[in-house]
C-alpha cells in the first residue's frame, strides 16, 4: 500500500486500520534502526517496543494528530484501552 493511500484511509475510516497494516505500510517505505525512545515516563532500550518506536517516528515525520497517531495502533487502542 502506498503512504498516500494509507493517509487517505486513516483519514477517512480510522477504526478500520489495523496495527499489522501501519507495521506493513512503514517497512515498506522506510528503512528503520532501533532507537531508544521514551513515552511519557515509559523508556525503551534500542530494540524494545519497535512496533511503537516505528509508529510513533512515522506519526511525526507525516504530522498526524495525536488522533491519527493512536488510530494507528487498531485494535490495540480501540478495542484494548
Not at 11 to 32: C, L, R, S, W, Y
Not at 37 to 43: P, R, V
Not at 52 to 68: D, G, R, T, V
Amino acid at each position: 500500500m502506498t503512504i498516500t493511500t494509507f493517509l487517505e484511509k486513516l483519514k477517512q475510516t480510522p477504526k478500520a486500520i489495523t496495527f499489522p497494516e501501519t507495521i506493513a505500510v512503514i517497512e515498506e517505505h522506510f528503512n528503520f534502526t532501533p532507537t531508544a525512545f521514551s513515552n511519557g515516563t515509559q523508556h525503551n532500550a534500542a530494540g524494545e517496543d519497535s512496533g511503537s518506536c516505528k509508529l510513533f517516528a512515522f506519526a511525526k515525520w507525516q504530522n498526524l494528530s495525536q488522533a491519527e497517531t493512536l488510530a494507528c495502533f487498531g485494535a490495540y487502542y480501540f478495542e484494548e484501552v
